[in-house]
């Protein structure tokens, strides 16, 4: 990983503290003008400016003590590209780049670029103090008619030019001047050849300059083509800039101009004056061989040089890459000079950081260019060449074969092994590589007796002494690649989690919590996907964010073991803290087996917090939008939640379905119950209310049918029984009579309204008892098990209150359920017994909110003993059964069976 020392933070991750720098006024001027913003910080200003330049710091000033006025980084700055800038930038960041290192292995030229080079200096001639220069033609093939284009351009721009007077006439005035300074004139008819192109022209304005600038379009097409398609490119004849290792150090740490430097700057600063006025005291010999006798341009006597080698040390570090090129030459047998050549340096990047090998790689490079350099601008050819370096891992790379590395390491190889012969490569110590003073920064005497200018003193040794190899068995030859470390600091305070109150549902917030989880394990490099896992996961910790915020005191105590103040609102319920740093109430019943957690020890939320309020809307939703009464219950199952009661009426209030379904006229004033309703000691279903609801729709194949409902209703217990039927005869009243009382008993009173169908019902039921009846011999026996069956008067529903209120709550779940679809029949029949246990689990009494108090009677206690918590209805399964169709038919089978 690489750090930078001395730098002045310039972006804060993170927005923890975002109520500081949240806007709270605002001065907005007009396009392209300045902005400004008033925060908790102080006033910040936005504006524009250059994107590829270093950004200015906005500032703030704040009064302190002592009257003292302190200036600090605002919160942000806004930035837009500047476009006239592009190309001066370009240029810059092609010379801070890693490939302009200010020496090129120069690329061959192809065939056009050479013609391009030809017909340059074939054309071009000086007229009156101007160069002329002639169009690259690519061929003298005809070119295509282009008049019909320029000219259409040319009205469209006279129809600019009338209407327009002032744009009219500052165009004139562009065209007058071309003529004017004889950079254009009138083309003559014996002028026009057959080459002949027709450029359109149009004028750039631009809002900020009153000059109009006139544009000739090389690139406007005709039949498809344009003039530049008929032009050559010819060659790149541009060079790169170099560049300091005091000046990037400066860049590197974000410094401005008028910022003063710091102390080691400043110290590297001064050795560098020092070393340049100590520059000019510096003799450097011009000829490289001072002791050899030249008899020939281009070649040495016998007497003079015996052997010339040519030897190039290369080097990286993180500052800078440099290479130094040295002439080895031998006099007789025993006398050697070693003479500096040429030296290049080159600073690494500061946006881009690149690895220790990869520097030394290009160094390599560097190396290979600067010896093609050297050879080809001198007339003396060197008997042997020789490659020094001190990187062992670059000079395996160099061994091997470039296609087994990737494209940055697999490109520089083969441009390395294009110049250079993979023995003339060899390995030399760091301490005996003269390369490696020109990447430090560290200052260097330098004399012309330097080892700088003189050499390495190896090289003045014997041959057989210079090569060293290192043990490279066990080597590793792979690229080693930059990787990125992530150092999280955790305080414990913070928890993954969004923002509460961005969510309407409890179920997605804890979904998004799960993706935050997800995003987690996979920066850690374990595969995660969201799962029921994940989703597990979330809910204790929405849990524990939820506790922070609501009672962080009271959090805080109870970790450190201690006893919670008797002010704190959780002092009544001897809160406990779980493995997973949770709050729950405390009990005494921690030793009851098969009981659930959550039961014996509810975990505390505050019912005012935004995580409680989605956990009660979910309840509510999930509970058919039922009464708060049931909400309170289900949640008392698994959560304490402080306010519960007025929690659940306030979600209640909000949610748009209970408000819309719910809208009821003034209710009349009631009556005295009847006898039925007040009846005790009696078994459910003794006494009870019929009434018949639907239709719903039923998916049968391709069709649909009606199906409908059969609602029992124990008029003392609150009860209820739900069978299905297949239509509204009486016949499948009859059928839906004998199921409940098969399963609850036969009632001894049944209440009804007037439908035909009941009444059918009646005269049905009993003719049936009279044939029965007429065995004298069991009159006696059933004569208990007659029914006596009641109606309400005619045109009074609300005599039959007891069912109806029922049947409304049992649509309100279909209809939240179904959603106006329609399920298999099996499907439906499941529904309905859903339906049926949520109501009979309803309370009857008050829901205490008092951890002492018993729990609420339901009519589950008298028909199951207990209070029912199934889950709630899921998706719908797609399967199909028949049911009986004919209630005599279903009587022979019983009779069939009871035989």
């Known amino acids: 990983m690489f750090c930078n020392k001395n730098v002045k933070p310039s972006v804060l991750i993170g927005q923890d503290n975002l109520h500081l720098i949240a806007p709270t006024k605002t001065i907005v001027g007009h396009k392209n003008q300045p902005a400004a913003t008033l925060t908790a910080l102080g006033w910040c200003v936005h504006g524009v400016v250059s994107a590829h330049s270093s950004v200015p710091r906005s500032y703030t000033a704040s009064p302190i003590e002592d009257d003292v006025l302190v200036t600090t980084p605002a919160p942000c700055t806004a930035t837009a590209p500047i476009h006239p800038d592009e190309e001066l930038n370009e240029l810059v960041r092609q010379s801070f780049s890693f490939e302009s290192i200010g020496i090129h292995n120069k690329p061959r030229q192809n065939t056009e670029e050479v013609r391009a080079l030809a017909i340059l200096e074939e054309t071009s001639r000086l007229v009156d103090g101007r160069w002329e220069v002639g169009l690259p033609w690519k061929s003298d093939n005809p070119m295509p008619n282009s008049y019909p284009n320029a000219y259409k351009r040319l009205k469209s721009v006279e129809k600019k030019i009338f209407t327009d007077k002032e744009y009219g006439a500052r165009y004139r005035e562009r065209i007058h001047h071309l003529f004017i300074n004889n950079y254009a004139h009138q083309v003559e008819n014996v002028e026009v050849g057959n080459r002949t192109w027709y450029l359109p022209h ?21 039949d498809g083509k344009n003039l530049n398609d008929f032009l050559l490119q010819g060659p790149d004849l ?17 410094m401005k101009w008028d910022d003063e430097l710091s102390e080691e700057l400043y110290t590297l600063f001064r050795s560098w004056i020092v070393q340049m006025n ?15 006798e030249s008899n020939t341009f281009g070649g040495l006597s016998a007497s003079g040089i015996t052997t010339l080698q040519l030897h190039l040390f290369c080097d990286a570090s993180p500052q800078a890459i440099a290479c130094a090129a040295y002439w080895r030459a031998t006099y007789g047998r025993d006398q050697v000079t070693v003479t500096l050549i040429a030296s290049k340096c080159r600073v690494t990047p500061i946006r881009k950081p690149v690895t220790i090998p990869r520097l030394e790689l290009q160094s390599a490079v560097l190396a290979c260019r600067l010896a093609n350099t050297i050879k080809s601008q001198h007339r003396i050819n060197p008997s ?16 091997n074969d470039c296609r087994n590395y990737k494209i940055f390491v697999a490109n520089r190889l083969g441009e390395i092994d294009d110049l250079s012969n993979k023995t003339e490569w060899n390995y030399v110590s760091t301490h005996r590589n003269i390369a490696d003073i020109a990447t430090k920064s560290c200052r260097y005497k330098l004399n012309s007796e330097c080892e700088w200018f003189r050499g390495p003193n190896f090289l003045y040794e014997d041959p057989a002494t210079w090569i060293a190899e290192p043990a490279t068995e066990n080597m590793k030859l792979n690229e080693e690649d930059l990787e990125m470390v992530h150092v999280i600091s955790d305080s414990g305070d913070h928890l993954p989690v969004p923002d509460p109150t961005r969510f309407s549902s409890w179920l997605r917030l804890k979904r998004s919590t799960a993706r935050v989880l997800q995003f987690i394990e996979k920066c850690k490099k374990k595969p995660a996907d969201l799962n029921a896992e994940l989703l597990k996961k979330a809910e204790p910790i929405l849990m524990k964010f939820s506790q922070k915020q609501s009672f962080p005191i009271e959090v805080e105590i109870i970790k450190r073991n201690e006893k919670i103040h008797r002010d704190s609102r959780l002092r009544a319920l001897t809160p406990i803290m ?8 405390g009990g005494r019943i921690d030793a009851a087996k098969d009981i659930d957690d959550d039961f014996k020890q509810p975990v505390i939320l505050d019912g005012r ?8 809307k979910h309840y509510h939703d999930t509970a058919a939008h039922g009464s708060t009464e049931m909400i309170v219950n289900e949640l008392r199952q698994k959560y304490w939640i402080l306010n519960m009661r007025p929690t659940v009426r306030s979600v209640a209030a909000k949610c748009m379905y209970c408000r819309i379904r719910r809208v009821a006229p003034q209710p009349p004033r009631l009556g005295d119950l009847p006898e039925a309703r007040i009846a005790h000691h009696f078994r459910p279903f003794t006494n009870c209310g019929l009434d018949l609801f639907g239709p719903m729709q039923v998916a049968m194949g391709r069709r649909r049918e009606k199906r409908y409902g059969v609602l029992f209703t124990c008029l003392t217990v609150r009860a209820v029984h739900i069978e299905l039927v297949y239509s509204l005869t009486a016949d499948a009243t009859i059928m839906a009579i004998r199921r409940m009382a098969a399963k609850r008993g036969w009632p001894k009173t049944l209440f009804s309204d007037n439908g035909t169908n009941l009444r059918g019902a009646e ?22 098990r007659l029914v006596e069956w009641k109606f309400i008067s005619p045109g009074t529903p609300h005599m039959g209150g007891a069912w109806e209120r029922l049947i409304r709550s049992v649509k309100t779940a279909l209809n939240v359920i179904l959603k106006e679809r329609a399920p298999h029949e099996e499907t439906l029949l499941t529904l ?6 949520m109501i009979n689990s309803r309370p009857l009494s008050h829901v205490s909110v008092d951890h002492r108090d018993e729990e609420a009677l339901t009519p589950n206690h008298f028909l199951l003993g207990s209070s029912s918590n199934l889950p709630r209805i899921g998706t719908f399964n797609d399967r199909d059964l028949r049911l009986r169709k004919q209630w005599r038919y279903s009587t022979e089978v019983v009779d069939y069976v009871l035989v």
């Not at 790169?240 to 000046?247: D, E, R, T, V």
């Not at 005269?763 to 208990?784: C, H, I, P």
């Open 384 to 399: 042997a060449t020789y490659y020094w370096t001190d990187s062992t891992t670059v000079l395996n790379w160099i061994r």
């Open 202 to 222: 149009f004028g750039v304005d631009n809002p900020n300059k009153r000059k109009l600038r006139v544009v000739f379009d090389a690139a406007a097409p005709s």
């Open 609 to 616: 917090h935004p995580v409680s309020r989605l956990i009660v």
């Open 238 to 254: 541009l060079e790169s800039l170099l560049g300091k290792i005091l000046i990037r150090e400066t860049w590197k740490n974000n």
């Open 278 to 292: 100590e520059a000019n005291n510096l003799q450097i010999p011009r000829w490289y061989f001072n002791q050899a």
């Open 832 to 837: 309905l017994a859903e339906v049926e246990n």
């Open 578 to 585: 779980d493995k997973n740093g949770l709050l729950r109430v």
């Open 763 to 784: 005269t049905e039921l009993k003719k049936s008892y009279l044939e029965v009846l007429s065995d004298k011999g069991l009159q006696e026996e059933l004569a208990n």
